[in-house]
Nanobody
């Protein structure tokens, strides 16, 4: 059974940094593209970033470009989201998702998803 588990969320002050991790169990996702999404209270879930299976290509939402970096370590079966210069509007539950196809910017582009990790940015 494939499981994606996010970790690294927490409470941070505006301007601070966090690194989220997405680890896979029951599946080797070195051949999967992986995306990060987030959902704030009362808002629609939105795309944050994605990375190809080999890490050669990536994509970002305009709202996080230049502040967030997605990377992966296939030897550790883990994808990371380094978040810097955090803003209160980055507060949300962050989810990772994986697909054997090319990455996309919508939730339905992916085949399996994690349960999410809370990120709270205080002003």
């Amino acid at each position: 059974q494939v499981q994606l588990v996010e970790s690294g969320g927490g409470l941070v002050q505006a301007g601070g940094s966090l690194r989220l991790s997405c680890a896979a169990s029951g599946h080797t996702f070195s051949r999967d593209a992986v995306g990060w999404f987030r959902q704030a209270p009362g808002k629609e879930r939105e795309f944050v970033a994605a990375i190809s299976w080999g890490g050669a290509t990536s994509a970002y939402a305009e709202s996080v470009k230049g502040r967030f970096t997605i990377s992966r370590d296939n030897a550790k079966n883990t994808v990371y989201l380094q978040m810097s210069s955090l803003k209160p509007e980055d507060t949300a539950v962050y989810f990772c998702a994986a697909t054997s196809n090319r990455y996309g910017r919508t939730w339905d582009d992916y085949d399996y998803w994690g349960q999410g990790t809370q990120v709270t940015v205080s002003s």
